[in-house]
């Protein structure tokens, strides 16, 4: 357990060093309120969601992708001729509430969520918390290979807490517990319950320019598949966010990326995606 120690030491060391340092920049890092803003510039940090929240009567339209294993090469033009694609909506039903629904061709996959703000970054208190939950329905899944099958054992629930820290104008960074529950699972190879833990950050490079980096450890995955890894760049340019991703993880459910991450980095084998978010 001392290399997960270690980070959240870490990262609990630095929000208390720069608590006493954040009056001193009240005027680029908090606003009314006195609440610390744009910690995170996008919804996503790579794959994982940011404590960013949609303004109330605010709406995204999300489009992202994934495209397939770049160690193929020109075979498969370095991934390009097996991409899946996400396609949602967001919308924020107060300032600490929203809402989102969207379709993944990976699985032929629905995802609904609600995420929920429970504190914000002050003067006196050191971090946002925000809290996302996830139902995912799977309608890939056949009667014919699945005997019995019925609509509950295509529901996969995810709940998370995402606790991040605005470190300074140009670092953030969050940590992420998650607790993950299939329906239909197997036994012998996997747990229905699965708990993971891990985090990451964004270093703002310049004003519309920063890079993300975040890491997964899934204690209950089986050994064949990997702990998701995945590095981003955030390109802001009026209206909307461009991210740039690779992932060891083609899925961009949250079920999916948690737990089945089959990519290797050491071998090269990774994958290229983008998230697109348009506000209306």
């Given at each position: ?22 009056l ?14 744009a ?34 090469g ?25 809402v ?21 970054q002050?003067?006196?208190f ?73 985090g ?8 519309r320019l ?22 981003g760049l ?30 290797d ?15 209306f």
């Open positions: 357990m001392k290399k997960f120690l270690v980070p959240i030491c870490l990262f609990l060391a630095t929000m208390a060093y720069s608590q006493d340092d954040l001193k920049d009240l005027d680029s890092t908090q606003v009314e309120d006195s609440y610390s803003t910690t995170f510039k996008a919804l996503q940090l790579v794959t994982l969601q940011t404590t960013k929240m949609a303004a109330k009567k605010e709406f995204y339209f999300v489009v992202s992708h994934r495209f397939g294993t770049v160690k193929d020109f075979d498969s033009f370095f991934g390009l001729d097996n991409a899946t694609t996400k396609l949602g909506g967001i919308y924020g039903v107060t300032d600490w509430l929203s989102s629904l969207s379709r993944h061709t990976l699985n032929k996959m629905y995802e609904t969520g609600v995420k929920y703000r429970m504190a914000r002050d003067a006196s050191p971090v946002d918390i925000v809290g996302y939950s996830v139902a995912d329905i799977n309608t890939f899944l056949e009667e014919d290979q699945y005997p019995g099958l019925e609509f509950k054992h295509r529901m996969t629930y995810v709940q998370q807490l995402l606790v991040s820290r605005k470190v300074s104008e140009k670092l953030s960074l969050e940590l992420v517990p998650s607790f993950i529950h299939r329906n239909l699972y197997n036994p012998a190879i996997e747990n229905d319950n699965q708990f993971s833990f891990g990451g950050g964004r270093y703002k490079i310049t004003k920063s890079v993300n980096l975040e890491y997964m450890h899934n204690f209950d995955t089986p050994d064949f598949y990997k702990n998701p890894l995945s590095v955030d390109v802001e340019t009026g209206g909307h966010v461009f991210q740039l991703i690779f992932t060891n993880s083609q899925s961009m459910s949250e079920s999916g990326y948690l737990t089945n991450a089959t990519g980095w050491g071998k090269g084998d990774f994958f290229f995606g983008f998230n697109l978010y348009r506000v």
